[in-house]
């Protein structure tokens, strides 16, 4: 049985220990100096030197749009920042989609992700183009990716269920063709009502083929937008239970506290996964609002302390919707515990689940994800020793491991000074 150790790593807990992998799973995991019996007895074929750094299960981004990546300025740059104007913009720019524009474009950005510790990814593909292009582009890159990365494909109207005729029968031919999960956007439906009707729709056609759910819910600063609580009723109604997400969730920032707790309650029960998007909406939300102007992220720290998994998705990168972004999901947890203020020691820890574990929740990889025996030995080792240095630092890891393999290595970056001494020797 051929062997690798993964040695002289650290854990979330402090640990110092050495990580067996074999087959292309985790066989055992050691202290570091209390192994050398142990490795005296077996067979290690390669060693991956972790110098010391921190280990934890492979990344998960369970939000993206790889459709639209990489076409900010295309045709246009989004002056105002606001979302209007960005789906005005993608509106012009996806009449241009083509397989190999969209295939040039993802491949581009998921080798980044890749680089970046990200192994398990969910992309959104607007289906609101009748040739459904960039769907049926990504779910041909799903296969080709699947020796690298787990892909999910969500079809997702951009243009509404209701308002955009033919969605709805699209959403279905997307299922039909193989996509995971089927989204709405209620809250950009023309009435409240054609957004409840939206999600029927939506939740009717994931219980049909056994799908999931990810709606784009309450992403305005609109204090009356309301369709987190329709988004867990349903999932209630439907029992799927652990199949439905709702991303953005912005409007949460605005709800009055006593209507919030009741919602806790209610979104804790549907066992439904929030996910914050925080350097897109804290760009994008509050640019209608007077000073004090809204921190235009989902009130992740409230949920996440009432039992509620929350997880962090980069969302976009170099789009009509942000322009910026380098697929590192730290960047995007950097900016969440400022925002939501998670800048306790303790919250780092949380914080880093939100880019793991519970964005695995997200994807359903619930009993086979994390760094535990008989687990697939899809990990990332970071330069640093703990997790607020992660999240501090937000450097790319040392080492992405894909079932037992290093399928990217980036060494520390270092700085050479050129200082006289006595300056070097107060450094």
Request: hydrophobic letters at 40%.
């Amino acid at each position: 049985m051929e062997m690798t150790m993964l040695k002289n790593v650290m854990t979330q807990e402090g640990r110092h220990v050495d990580v067996f992998l074999t087959s292309g799973r985790i066989h055992s995991i050691e202290p570091s100096n209390g192994s050398d019996a142990w490795k005296s007895d077996q067979e290690v074929e390669h060693i991956i030197d972790g110098q010391g750094g921190l280990v934890l299960p492979a990344f998960v981004e369970p939000h993206i749009h790889l459709d639209t990546v990489l076409t900010a300025g295309e045709p246009d740059w989004n002056r105002s920042g606001t979302l209007l104007e960005g789906i005005r913009l993608w509106g012009e720019r996806k009449k241009q989609l083509t397989p190999e524009d969209v295939r040039q474009r993802a491949n581009e950005v998921m080798c980044l992700l890749v680089g970046h510790g990200v192994l398990y990814i969910r992309t959104h593909a607007d289906i609101s183009d009748p040739r459904m292009t960039a769907l049926k582009t990504l779910l041909a890159l799903k296969e080709e990716w699947a020796s690298v990365v787990q892909l999910q494909v969500i079809a997702f109207p951009q243009d509404g269920i209701v308002a955009c005729p033919g969605n709805a029968e699209r959403m279905e031919e997307a299922l039909r063709l193989g996509a995971d999960g089927v989204g709405a956007i209620p809250h950009g439906e023309r009435t409240r009502e054609d957004g409840v009707e939206s999600l029927e729709i939506c939740f009717e056609l994931a219980k049909k083929y056994s799908a999931f759910v990810h709606v784009f819910c309450d992403e305005t600063d609109d204090e009356q937008s309301r369709f987190l609580e329709c988004t867990a009723a349903l999932a209630i109604k439907h029992e799927l239970y652990g199949k439905v997400t709702a991303s953005h969730c912005s409007a949460t920032a605005y709800y009055n506290e006593s209507y919030f707790q009741k919602l806790l309650g209610l979104v804790k029960a549907s066992r439904i996964h929030i996910i914050a998007c925080p350097l897109i909406n804290s760009s994008m939300q509050g640019r209608f609002d007077a000073y004090p102007r809204g921190r235009g992220i989902a009130r992740i720290r409230d949920m996440s302390r009432a039992g509620i998994p929350v997880a962090i998705a980069h969302d976009d990168m170099l789009t009509p919707f942000y322009p910026y972004g380098d697929g590192n999901l730290l960047q995007a947890v950097h900016m969440a515990a400022h925002l939501e203020h998670m800048t306790g020691r303790d919250d780092a820890a949380l914080l880093l689940d939100m880019v793991t574990k519970h964005g695995a929740g997200v994807l359903g990889l619930e009993d086979h994800y994390g760094i535990d025996p008989g687990h697939p030995a899809n990990l990332v080792v970071l330069p640093v020793q703990q997790a607020a240095d992660a999240i501090r630092l937000r450097p790319k890891p040392l080492y992405v491991i894909r079932q037992g393999r290093v399928i990217a290595h980036t060494p520390p970056m270092e700085t050479e000074f050129s200082f006289p001494p006595s300056y070097l020797q107060v450094y």
